[in-house]
């Protein structure tokens, strides 16, 4: 659930439900956006769990919610849940590759529409987003760093598009890098640290709004430094 970027409430809701569904609510759960620990108030015996990647996948919350609903309505039993879990964990519910590059292009593409007009520029920004976010992708695979990655992202598309204005194929370079880096912006990461600082989850809260701000500080410096610089 935390891998999939499951909302914490949610997490400790489905926790407390399964765990009385169980007859085990003698356990106390302390969730965290980056761990998990349960904690036996019988025996004082803790398990802890550290969550060390994670992302959106709406597809697998969905599943996960499906097969908690199953067991709380006495549908399937405790082994069958677990068998269940066992499936979902196992299949990633990730778009193919080239529907990911393509998703990246159309929105890169509208959001250059909404920010300047209809024009060739915006059949550019779709091309760049979609070769930008390929290059992305071939990135996470091979550096551990996130951030990292998205700093190179944003010099790529930065230096592409100075490149473009210095050989006259644009006029407007910035709204043109402006919408290529819209498929990184971590807006969800925000409002979700907003809704658990209201909720009343300060660290959940704390360290979300840290990963939004640390996402937004890695595309927004190579920007600044690269069209300052070189424009």
Do not use: W
């Not at 709380?72 to 299949?91: A, C």
């Amino acid at each position: 659930m935390l891998e999939s970027h499951y909302e914490i409430a949610e997490v400790r809701e489905e926790m407390d439900q399964l765990m009385k569904a169980m007859n085990v609510d003698h356990f106390y759960s302390y969730i965290t956006q980056t761990g998990l620990m349960l904690i036996d108030q019988k025996t004082n015996d803790v398990k802890m769990i550290s969550i060390k990647n994670y992302s959106y996948n709406f597809e697998k919350m969905g599943h996960i919610k499906e097969s908690v609903n199953a067991f709380l309505k006495n549908e399937i039993s405790e082994e069958e849940l677990y068998d269940k879990f066992k499936k979902i964990e196992s299949k990633t519910y990730a778009f193919s590759y080239p529907i990911q590059v393509l998703s990246a292009g159309v929105i890169c593409g509208a959001m250059y529409v909404l920010i300047n007009s209809l024009t060739v520029t915006a059949l550019l920004s779709f091309v760049i987003g979609i070769v930008a976010y390929s290059v992305y992708l071939i990135l996470e695979k091979y550096i551990s760093i996130k951030t990292f990655s998205v700093f190179l992202y944003s010099s790529f598309i930065s230096i592409i598009a100075v490149v473009l204005f210095k050989n006259n194929v644009t006029s407007d370079s910035f709204s043109l890098v402006l919408s290529c880096i819209m498929p990184l912006l971590p807006g969800a990461t925000l409002v979700n640290s907003i809704r658990a600082s209201i909720n009343g989850d300060y660290l959940t809260g704390l360290s979300m709004a840290a990963d939004a701000i640390n996402v937004s500080l890695m595309l927004g410096i190579p920007v600044a430094f690269i069209l300052t610089n070189l424009m």
